[in-house]
């Protein structure tokens, strides 16, 4: 069994120093590794991916993320990701890795994934140039997380976006806006990739609870639905150890 | 009974003229209230309200007058019978006494050709609100009587009256949802926010207050200034606090100058926007309201500084308007539950 911590849309600016860091302090004796479902800053700057660094810095245990909207809005995510990456911070973009946690290989696939909309609402790769590349970059990187998915060798699979594979975390979101919050696609991912967990950020009205039309448990934990620090979920082993 | 509002107004005025011959104070109450300032008319119930210590002599003089008297269980009200035609004396309205001062509040009005006492507006809605509860809280009979009388009621008076009801504060938001009446005013910047729990209770005026008058507890007639409808515009919702760029993109939001003397929806729309962009606030769920007195903003924000930025980005955009800042910052921390997800 694994403990996993998870939070979204911390959304650190520069005026933040000071103001996250002290929430993680033991979360070492609570979790075994602490996933973040992107918009980590207000807008993506290095000042601010600096702030976020520096206050996921004595985390306790390994630290793994993926970027939301708002890490992309400065046009510099490298760089953002280059920031975290010194302070020890893990940023996944169609990618996994795997962690040991005990006698169990916990593997976590990672992508910002993005809107577009749920099966019988949702847009279409047809139109203008625009539209296209909205729906095509939906599926890319439903497709990058899926492919990541594939390639993990581990015992629990676990999804990590920023944007929601399904609509039931919506609730309390605006209907009109649920393909600005999240696509089907990162669910066909999930499913086909066998993930045990989804967990997502972004839609802070939302709530926390939902599952795929595969079964597979998705949590909202952006910080404004959980309203804590960070959410506790426990992990069983599916199957037999493959690696 | 088609003629049933013919035969309830003659004996409301029968009941009326008795009362007023024998200077026995009252006031019409109940939904001929309503009725009589501007409301639906009731098919049932004629109500009449009177200081406790008068209804024996009320009973009296309405028996003398040919009415027959019934002694209900209830102990705060008696009935009399005009006919068929049943009419309430009610002393202790949703628990709280017929005074004096209720009383003179009430003014003179002509009900079907009879001038008799009608309750005054605003107390008649404490009643009315405080009178709905879980299994009587239909505001589909409420919402249309806000609509006829809103203008006569002190909307704050009754905010303050009503606040522990959680069925009053739902008619009331969707009343200033609707636009049919103002927010609540005056929010201290530590206050509650707008949709507060019900322990905190709707904000009152205070000090602080940059929005709606509050007219004195007076007569109806004058109370507080609604905005016409139409004159306010609300973007954003309170519910829907997701930092999705829907709507927060457009590049005129950031051109230069935005037209101050453009219609309100789309002024909220581009205050909205900026709000978004401007990075002191990068905050994309807050409700932007534009009504006539004041830009009210809503939301909740991680920090501080970005709830007193608001005011600061606003102040430069719209800098000849009263900004009612209803921003709240998010605190909350529970302490960590672990789910077991497999
Ligand atoms: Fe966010
Ligand atoms: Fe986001």
Known sequence: ?243 | MDDAPRGLRESLKRVAVTLKEAQIPFALGGSYACWARGGPEPVHDVDFMLRETDVPRAVDVLCDAGLRPVDPPEDWLTKVYDGDVLVDLIHHPVGRAVTDEMLARSRDMSVDSVRMPVLDATDWFEMTLLALDERYCDLGRVIPMIRAMREQVDWTQVRRATAESPFAEAALLVATRLQLIPAPAGLSPAGPPFAGPPSAGPPSAGPSSVGLPSSGRGSAGEAVTTPPAGSGAVTGAPESASDSAFGSDSGLATAGQLDVTEPAEYLAGELRERLAEDPRVAELGLEVAVASDAVIVRGEVALETRRTAVDIVLAEIVPDRPIRNQVTVSQQEFPPTVESVS
Do not use: W
């Open chain 1, 1 to 243: 069994m694994i403990r996993i911590a998870a939070v979204g849309d911390i959304h650190l600016g520069t005026d933040s120093p000071g103001s996250f860091a002290p929430c993680l302090a033991g979360i070492g004796d609570l979790a075994d590794v602490l996933l973040i479902a992107g918009d980590l800053t207000q807008h993506g700057s290095v000042a601010e991916a600096e702030v976020v660094a520096g206050e996921l810095a004595g985390a306790e245990i390994p630290v793994i993320a993926v970027l939301g909207n708002h890490d992309h809005h400065g046009d510099q995510s490298d760089q953002v990701v280059k920031v975290l990456a010194q302070a020890g911070v893990r940023t996944l973009e169609g990618e996994g890795m795997v962690l040991r946690v005990g006698d169990i290989c916990l593997g976590v696939a990672g992508a910002k994934g993005f809107g577009g909309g749920f099966a019988g609402a949702s847009g279409s790769d047809f139109g203008e140039p625009l539209m296209k590349a909205f729906v095509r970059h939906s599926k890319e990187v439903s497709a990058a997380l899926r492919n990541a998915l594939d390639a993990l060798e581990c015992d629990i699979r676990v999804a990590l976006t920023h944007y929601s594979p399904v609509p039931d975390t919506l609730a309390g979101e605006r209907p009109e806006i649920f393909p600005f919050l999240g696509s089907y696609h990162l669910a066909e991912a999930v499913d086909g990739g066998r993930a045990q967990l989804a967990l997502h950020g972004h839609a802070h009205g939302g709530s926390e609870k939902g599952r795929t039309a595969g079964g597979v448990p998705v949590r909202n934990v952006a910080r404004p639905v959980i309203g804590r620090a960070f959410a506790l979920y426990e992990v069983g082993t599916h199957d037999a150890c493959c690696s």
